[in-house]
């Protein structure tokens, strides 16, 4: 399992103050020491948290690759192409969101999506999308060329009941499994946290996590290397 840390939020507690601290790059580095498989970063459109200078900072003294999260915006695309992490992954952005709410409608952006992803194309830069457990959003996103498919956890993980529990596992199963079948990496992630990523696990078709707030939010407690190992026991297969 390739596991990904998310370290928006300590960029999150930076900006509360403006200032320099927590520096995103020693977040960034403990990562690296933890040996987890990349730091992943989401330079929002409204610069909420991840500033540009630390995507460029974590590129030049960290070696671990880095999973750039971003919108379909040319602003964006321009500074992932100047970056070249060695992934990126689309997701749907709205500014007054708190976070990110469902994933990319690849059925509806088709045609502007492909075309905006082409400038991609032999830069050695792997896609994800990031979507929704949905037949047609995981079919279309095959057609669009995309590498890797993140399936949105979210649902799952505001889940309360059992049954919606249950529900929202299986529509991630069966995407996982669609996924894997049609030739496409499926990743997963969004509001998995230290309980909820058990049942996660059980799915062997997932080969990617990304996981931010409920590291990050430990961190306070325990430590950001304490709360990444912890995190990474519970994910290793
Ligand atoms: N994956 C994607 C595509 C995301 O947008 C986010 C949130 O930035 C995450 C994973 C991580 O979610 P969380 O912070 O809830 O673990």
Do not use: W
Not at 38 to 64: G, M, P, S, W, Y
């Amino acid at each position: 399992m390739l596991f990904n840390v998310n370290i928006d939020h300590v960029a999150t507690l930076r900006q509360a103050r403006g200032g320099i601290e927590p520096s995103v790059l020693d977040a960034a580095l403990i990562v690296e020491r933890c040996k987890c498989d990349a730091i992943t970063v989401h330079l929002r459109e409204d610069r909420r948290h991840i500033q540009d200078e630390d995507l460029f900072t974590i590129k030049k003294n960290v070696n671990i690759p880095i999973n750039l999260e971003m919108a379909l915006s040319e602003e964006i695309i321009e500074i992932a192409l100047k970056l070249k992490p060695q992934q990126i992954t689309i997701v749907p952005e709205r500014r007054e969101e708190l976070t990110t709410e469902g994933g990319f409608d690849i059925l509806k952006y088709f045609d502007k999506a492909t075309s905006m992803l082409s400038v991609f194309k032999g830069t050695g830069i792997s896609l994800s999308l990031f979507i929704d457990p949905d037949v047609d959003q995981i079919t279309a996103s095959k057609s669009a060329g995309v590498d890797i498919i993140e399936i949105h956890t979210g649902e799952y993980s505001n889940s309360s009941t059992t049954d919606t529990i249950n529900f929202e596992l299986d529509r991630i199963r069966k995407g996982a499994i669609l996924g894997k079948e049609i030739g496409l990496q499926v990743a997963a992630g969004h509001g998995l946290n230290y309980t909820n990523i058990a049942s996660i696990m059980n799915i062997s078709e997932i080969e990617e996590l990304n996981i931010g707030h409920s590291i990050i939010s430990r961190s306070i407690f325990v430590g950001l290397e304490q709360a990444i190992l912890e995190m990474k026991k519970l994910v290793e297969v």
